[in-house]
């Protein structure tokens, strides 16, 4: 390597670089949460996606310049992970953007300019490339950076060409890269030998518009977007084989190691590539936990209990038995809390989700473990030494249980497994997910994207106003801009001044009117896309065109019912920190005109006197009637002041605060009342769980109170009614009538039983005698499957060494099959368990079970006299 260039670590790479555009007048911003507000991608996965909305002209840049470091987690080559050098879930992305202000020019010349003079590469040691089409790219890197030509490759446009999606805005790329062997010569530069090189710097000259037909027309407003992989610069200057073995992720590594008791150094392959897992996946576990997200088994939830479990997985792979994930989570929090202050605020909910899902996830491989020995059992039973590509991956994908782990254990019974078969049915997983939210797509459904150009942004006035005078900016019908519209038709309008708040931060939007000269329509809804309020209703009376002038009117009564719950849930969120736990934070919320939701951090349930305490303390402030103080401040000066942020909210350099003095104050752009007075009564209608977790509260307030109160007087009289006794003497009632129900169940369930035996009885003297063995096929009328499984084994212990197999149809379109047999049977290579599964697809269903007793469904019941007879006629083949 002919360069020298200085060791930095990964802060100070960060830092240099940050530092380095913000004296070219670039506003450092602070990373955007992994939660993306963009909907078409389930996790922040590049450091240009929060600025989607002022790429597609949705959104005025505050500044014309801007730098980054963007925390970013892709998951779509996990498997990739810890065997490549670069491959990661979580990683940090450096980058410079311009809105409309510099270009490829000054781009090319400072990315040149940060790599040689600032991070101190050697020119010899740099190649660019750039898109093949792009003479003007080629020509400023020759005649300008001085670049020789043969370090300047064209490529094509699946790797120089920068597209958001089928339609939208892109632009060709220039990349930098980094020769670690410049002695090999300028000759046959292959740039996919990632032995030699890798490309640390892309710059994105965004210039074009795609339409539909595929046809590029010029920008008026040319961006510039350029990512810098803060681990692969780190891989280079502190010359190191690879990105896991930088100072950004190698102390979580050996924390993993000293944990298992193992050197990284001298352990194998196999071994480093799980260390390097837990290294990766870890980073990405702390961010998106201190991000509010939450553990589950759907969307970015789901993305994060299997980053957790692949942890574990692998924690067991180099022999750690016990809890280990809040170990490595605390090195990696204290590598990240310098860049990422929130990690460690949120240290107490990370280490709590983390030992959470790991205790039970060792449940889960427990279970495995037991489903392994029950699947080797039966392999041996059968004769045959390999355990199914299928069996392993069922392991796998549902106990969470490594082929690797799989295959140790199949060992040591001298068994193999069908590696293949487990690939295959692995690539069909693959195949299911790898379509999603790899690219950014920077086109929005409806037309208010070729809108955005034309008309401006919508101005609130919501908070002080209830009506004011406006302008029809735009309509659409279905999502298509129209220039009018007529009585009757379902519409969305944009205004360029509105009272109506839109949905946003979990309160729904206003309802109420536009109306004009002879105009009137009823709006059901409001929603926000980007910066335009757009108004979803019903023109009730005369036409509607752009242009005309209009009067919004908000429903005054919804308003005051949606304040009352707001309001209401903010005091809901301080009774809960006060009196159950300060470390409760808000994991979601719905606050609508009826009723509102409340879903929080904690790992258990309520008790009942916690929820009834928490009730009283959210009216006895509602009592006290305290005033609300409504600022807008710096967010710093907010935080600072103690102000909650909201979950999955996204803020600007200014908030908007909301302060009950003493009580309660959040950071929220929602609609409140004035005073807590106003909001009357609230009451608790339940607490339950929701998700690992996460536990949820639903309540009512305000005037919606008396809704509540009229529905359950009008339950109660109505119960009153019918049991004919009075309304304090409902509760004993209805237990007398549960102990009541319950005796003439057990009673039913017996006299059930008891027909089953006495019509299974009757079956004895029909068994055939096949060889050493007896069999008894046959179908019993109006049996419950549970009935039908003790006739089966009582047959079974009658006849002693056979087969049994009983069919039923316990109700319309469902057929129940039963298949009992004895170990002399199973001897024969017969398991009830897959016996009685294939029989059963004849009749449309399936089932399975033990070997020696297994139990299936089906939904045709014409179909049962066929199952049985061929259940019949195996049976006799196989034992005669």
């Not at 969307?299 to 490595?328: D, W």
């Not at 735009?474 to 109506?500: C, M, N």
């Not at 297994?854 to 049962?864: E, M, P, V």
């Amino acid at each position: 390597m002919s360069s020298n260039p200085q060791y930095l670590s990964g802060n100070e790479i960060r830092n240099t670089f940050l530092n380095f555009f913000a004296q070219r007048s670039h506003q450092i911003l602070p990373s955007a949460s992994l939660v993306p507000e963009d909907p078409t991608v389930l996790l922040t996965i590049a450091g240009m996606l929060p600025f989607k909305p002022i790429f597609l002209g949705q959104r005025t840049p505050e500044f014309k310049r801007a730098t980054t470091s963007q925390k970013c987690i892709r998951t779509n080559d996990i498997e990739n992970v810890g065997r490549t050098k670069r491959h990661h879930t979580f990683f940090e992305m450096l980058g410079n953007f311009s809105f409309g202000d510099y270009f490829k020019e000054q781009a090319i010349a400072w990315g040149w300019e940060i790599s040689t003079q600032v991070f101190g590469f050697s020119p010899q040691n740099l190649v660019v490339s750039v898109f093949e089409e792009d003479d003007e790219a080629f020509a400023i890197w020759r005649d300008q950076i001085g670049v020789p030509v043969a370090r300047i490759k064209r490529l094509g446009e699946d790797d120089n060409f920068w597209v958001s999606g089928p339609t939208g805005p892109c632009g060709p790329c220039s990349e930098i890269y980094y020769d670690f062997h410049p002695e090999r010569g300028d000759e046959n530069i292959d740039l996919e030998d990632d032995s030699r090189f890798i490309e640390f710097y892309n710059l994105v000259f965004m210039q074009y518009n795609r339409d539909a037909s595929g046809n590029l027309t010029p920008l008026q407003n040319k961006n510039i977007d350029t990512g810098m992989g803060l681990d692969r610069m780190a891989q280079i200057l502190q010359k190191v084989p690879n990105n896991y073995e930088t100072d950004l992720i190698f102390p979580i590594i050996q924390t993993a190691a000293q944990i298992a008791a193992i050197d990284y150094h001298s352990s194998d392959e196999k071994t480093k590539t799980s260390l390097k897992v837990i290294g990766d996946h870890i980073r990405a576990v702390i961010h998106m936990i201190a991000d509010e997200i939450r553990a589950s088994n759907v969307g970015r939830g789901y993305v994060l209990r299997r980053l957790i479990r692949r942890v574990v997985r692998h924690g067991r792979l180099i022999g750690i038995s016990s809890e280990f994930t809040t170990q490595v989570a605390e090195t990696a929090i204290a590598l990240s809390e310098s860049a990422y202050p929130n990690v460690r605020q949120r240290e107490a909910a990370i280490k709590a989700e983390l030992q959470r899902e790991e205790s039970n996830f060792l449940r889960t491989l427990d279970r495995g473990e037991k489903l392994l020995e029950e699947i080797i059992q039966e392999v041996k039973q059968q004769g045959n030494t390999q355990i199914s590509g299928e069996s392993a991956f069922t392991l796998y994908d549902t106990y969470g249980f490594p082929l690797e782990l799989t295959q140790e254990v199949a060992e040591e019974n001298n068994l193999t497994v069908d590696a293949e078969g487990f690939e295959a049915q692995m690539e069909i997983q693959k195949g299911r997910g790898r379509d999603a939210h790899e690219t950014i797509d920077l086109t929005v459904q409806g037309s208010l994207d070729k809108l955005a150009e034309h008309i401006q942004v919508t101005e609130f006035l919501g908070y002080t106003q209830s009506a004011a005078t406006a302008i029809i900016e735009a309509i659409l019908l279905e999502g298509v801009s129209q220039e009018e519209a007529e009585a009757g038709t379902q519409v969305q309008i944009v205004l360029d001044k509105t009272p109506f708040y839109a949905e946003s931060g979990g309160q729904i939007g206003d309802r109420g009117y536009i109306s004009g000269d002879g105009i009137v329509v009823r709006i059901e809804d409001v929603k926000k896309e980007s910066d335009f309020f757009v108004h979803f209703g019903r023109i009730e009376r005369g036409t509607l065109r752009v242009g005309d002038p209009v009067t919004a009117q908000i429903d005054p009564a919804c308003r005051r019912r949606a304040q009352a719950n707001h309001t209401a849930t903010h005091l809901l969120q301080a009774a809960l920190k006060k009196i159950v736990d300060d470390g409760i934070s808000q994991a979601g919320s719905l606050v609508s005109f009826d009723r509102l939701r409340f879903d929080f951090n904690c790992p258990r349930a309520l008790t009942a006197e916690e929820v009834q305490q928490v009730e009283e303390q959210v009216n006895s402030w509602i009592a006290e009637a305290h005033a609300a103080k409504v600022e807008v401040l710096p967010i710093a000066e907010a935080k600072a002041k103690g102000a909650v942020a909201m979950f999955g909210e996204k803020y600007g350099d200014e908030v908007r605060v909301i302060d009950f003095p003493s009580v309660s104050m959040e950071l929220c752009g929602g609609t409140h009342v004035s005073n807590t007075a106003e909001i009357g009564v609230f009451k608790i209608i339940s607490e339950a769980g929701v998700a690992s977790g996460v536990r949820r509260i639903e309540a009512v307030s305000g005037p919606a109170i008396l809704d509540y109160l009229n529905l359950r007087d009008k339950v109660v009289k109505d119960l009153s009614d019918r049991f004919k006794v009075k309304p304090e003497e409902l509760p004993d009632r209805v237990t007398s009538l549960q102990s009541e129900l319950r005796n003439s169940q057990k009673e039913l369930e017996t006299l059930k039983v008891q027909l089953a035996i006495a019509k299974s009885d009757s079956l004895l003297q029909t068994a055939e005698t096949v060889g050493d063995h007896k069999i008894i096929v046959a179908q019993l009328e109006n049996v419950d499957p549970e009935s039908l499984k003790t006739a089966a084994e009582r047959l079974l212990q009658k006849i002693g060494n056979g087969a049994v197999v009983l069919g039923s149809v316990p109700e319309a379109d469902k057929v129940s099959i039963v298949a009992a047999f004895s170990p002399e049977v199973n001897k024969k290579g017969l398991q009830a368990g897959k016996f009685v599964g294939a029989i059963a697809k004849i009749c449309g269903g399936g089932g399975g079970g033990r070997p020696n007793l297994a139990q299936a469904g089906g939904r045709d019941a014409s179909k049962l006299p066929d199952a049985l007879g061929q259940a019949e006629s195996d049976l006799k083949s196989a034992l005669a």
